[in-house]
């Protein structure tokens, strides 16, 4: 069931068009994602979603209260240095009729509820970020640039606060540039481009739509004209001869297993299998887009 449904949006300021055309529909409970370059449309569509924008064309559904059910985190989170986490969290939780328990969001983001906003780090930041766009008690979360800017560390935190918030049943509207953040955490994902949806699909099932190609690369000294003959393999290429050639095979499928059962791997040295990535799927998906 649709939770939210967004047809034919459309966003302008004057003459610039921010977004084109831009349909999409969430599932209830889903880690949904939109991905894309920069000034692709991303945050205007979620303002949109999340009412802080009128469309100028198009239609957006959102089976909640705005008010009361959405919550949303925004691409920077600024406070007033000397508000205490408590603080903030106590404010925010003071303008819904039922809000959650802030103490246990708080303790949940791993945040001291006696420290003041100027002297969290980054990380720390976003996460209570998160904590106030949840305080509602919100039946859908919209976070918009969650992670950027932050530690290998610090991000692995957020995401797995963002875990936790999806299993609670909460449906999660999350705006992202990094392909690991969205294969960690989106069940499925809209790929946007210069205003329009060029995609919408599962991580894995954008990598199968762009080719989902395998390399596999190794050196041997064996014969490898059998390879050629093999349904999942492309193409072979070797480099050199004798036993410092190397081969590279392209295909699909379930190449390795299908190679090694030619060509067994222990004549096979320094074998590394590489595959189509999310980061291959994103760039062939968004073409030559400026970013």
Not at 22 to 48: L, Q, W, Y
Not at 107 to 121: I, N, T, Y
Not at 172 to 200: K, N, P, Q, Y
Request: include cysteine.
């Amino acid at each position: 069931m649709a939770i939210i449904t967004v047809d034919h949006l459309r966003k302008t300021y004057g003459t610039r068009v921010a977004v084109e055309d831009v349909s999409f529909s969430v599932k209830e409970g889903e880690v949904f994602g939109i991905v894309g370059r920069n000034g692709a449309g991303k945050t205007t569509t979620v303002e949109c979603v999340a009412g802080l924008r009128t469309p100028t064309a198009g239609t957006v559904t959102v089976d909640a209260d705005l008010k009361e059910q959405v919550g949303v985190q925004l691409q920077e989170c600024s406070l007033p240095d000397k508000i205490r986490v408590g603080e903030a969290l106590a404010l925010y939780a003071s303008f819904y009729s039922r809000p959650a328990d802030w103490r246990a969001l708080a303790a949940e983001a791993g945040l001291d509820l006696r420290v003041p906003f100027a002297k969290l780090s980054g990380g720390q930041r976003q996460r209570l970020s998160v904590a106030l766009a949840l305080v509602g008690n919100p039946r859908v979360a919209i976070l918009d640039e969650l992670t950027t800017g932050l530690d290998p560390q610090a991000r692995r935190e957020t995401w797995d606060l963002v875990t936790r918030i999806r299993d609670r049943g909460v449906t999660v509207l999350l705006v992202t540039h990094f392909m690991e953040e969205v294969e960690r955490l989106c069940d499925r994902v809209a790929v946007i481009s210069r205003g329009r949806v060029r995609a919408v699909d599962t991580p894995a099932g954008l990598v199968a739509r762009t080719g989902g190609e395998q390399r596999l690369v190794f050196h041997t000294g064996e014969p490898v004209d059998g390879l050629r003959a093999l349904p999942e393999v492309t193409s072979v290429t070797v480099t050199g001869d004798g036993n410092g050639a190397e081969v590279t095979v392209t295909g699909s499928a379930d190449l390795l297993s299908a190679v090694t059962a030619v060509l067994p791997a222990s004549r096979m040295r320094d074998l590394r299998l590489e595959r189509t990535t999310l980061d291959d799927a994103f760039l062939v998906l968004t073409g030559q887009e400026e970013s």
